[in-house]
């Protein structure tokens, strides 16, 4: 595709083969990126991958891990020739009380979301300041402004990537590089259809809009975010959450 608002550019996507992050990667695609498609299991994200056509890169890699991480996104550069976005958007939830929630269920969700959210900031910005631009969007949500009950971990991890998104956009801003974040409410993917429906139903109802919202409505702000339309925008936090938490 020429002309659209990513067009030459290379994009990495981390959870890309499925949910949000598959919306990510088909919204970032059809603006002219070429696309590494990223996940624990390497066979779904081809899968996702031969989907969007021509000028993708499936690669599976799990988020926590230093190594995959790098290696990632090297093959991502010697493949596209460059990188110029990165969305850190893989993610688990392992919700419990805290009476129930184990130090496992902790620690598996700081691992990746925050752990690998650092990771490929640390990864993602080593080449971009070299390049002297890019743009790096982190995936949070509204559980990391309000916190929910049953997801202390969770929330956590999530409030805990705005302040790494707004620290390593202080640290880059200068070398041409930009860090966001976005803030998703409740959104309808895999991780949310899990969810009991008589919670799913109770959160919906509790939304202004009356609705929860489609993967698709997140990679719009992602897009943005990607692109150029945001250029003067670095350490801002996009909500997404049809008015929840205003
Ligand atoms: P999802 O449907 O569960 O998709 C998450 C993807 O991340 C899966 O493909 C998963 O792979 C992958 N993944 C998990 N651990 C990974 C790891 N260690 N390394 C690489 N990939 C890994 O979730 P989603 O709802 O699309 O959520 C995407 C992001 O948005 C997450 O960060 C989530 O916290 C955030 N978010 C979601 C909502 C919502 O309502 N859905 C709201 C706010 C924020 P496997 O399936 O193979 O494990």
Redesign the pocket.
């Given at each position: 595709m020429t002309g659209g608002l990513l067009s030459g550019r290379a994009a990495v996507v981390?959870?890309a083969?499925?949910?949000?992050?598959l919306a990510i990667a088909r919204s970032l695609h059809a603006q002219g990126a070429k696309v590494a498609l990223?996940?624990?299991?390497g066979d779904?994200a081809g899968q996702a991958a031969a989907e969007l056509g021509g000028a993708v890169l499936p690669l599976a890699?799990?988020?926590?891990d230093e190594e995959s991480m790098d290696t990632v996104l090297r093959r991502t550069v010697e493949e596209f020739g460059s990188l110029d976005v990165h969305v850190n958007?893989?993610?688990?939830t392992r919700d419990a009380s805290l009476r129930k929630m184990t130090v496992q269920d902790f620690e598996a969700v700081m691992d990746?979301?925050l752990k690998?959210t650092w990771l490929g900031v640390r990864a993602a910005s080593a080449i971009m300041r070299e390049a002297g631009r890019g743009s790096i969007v982190n995936?949070s949500?509204?559980?990391g402004k309000s916190g929910n009950p049953g997801q202390t971990n969770y929330s956590a991890a999530?409030a805990g990537i705005v302040g790494l998104t707004k620290a390593a956009a202080k640290e880059l801003a200068h070398k041409g590089v930009r860090v966001n974040a976005v803030q998703?409410?409740?959104?309808r993917?895999?991780?949310?259809e899990a969810m009991p429906s008589d919670v799913f139903a109770e959160r919906e109802a509790g939304v202004p809009m009356k609705r929860a919202g489609e993967?698709d409505e997140v990679a719009g702000a992602v897009l943005f975010l990607a692109s150029d339309l945001s250029s003067y925008m670095t350490g801002a936090v996009l909500e997404v959450g049809g008015g929840r938490l205003m």
């Open positions: 981390t959870g083969a499925q949910g949000i992050g990223v996940d624990l299991d779904r890699c799990d988020v926590t958007n893989a993610g688990i990746v979301h690998g995936m949500s509204l559980s999530k998703p409410g409740l959104i993917t895999p991780m949310t993967p």
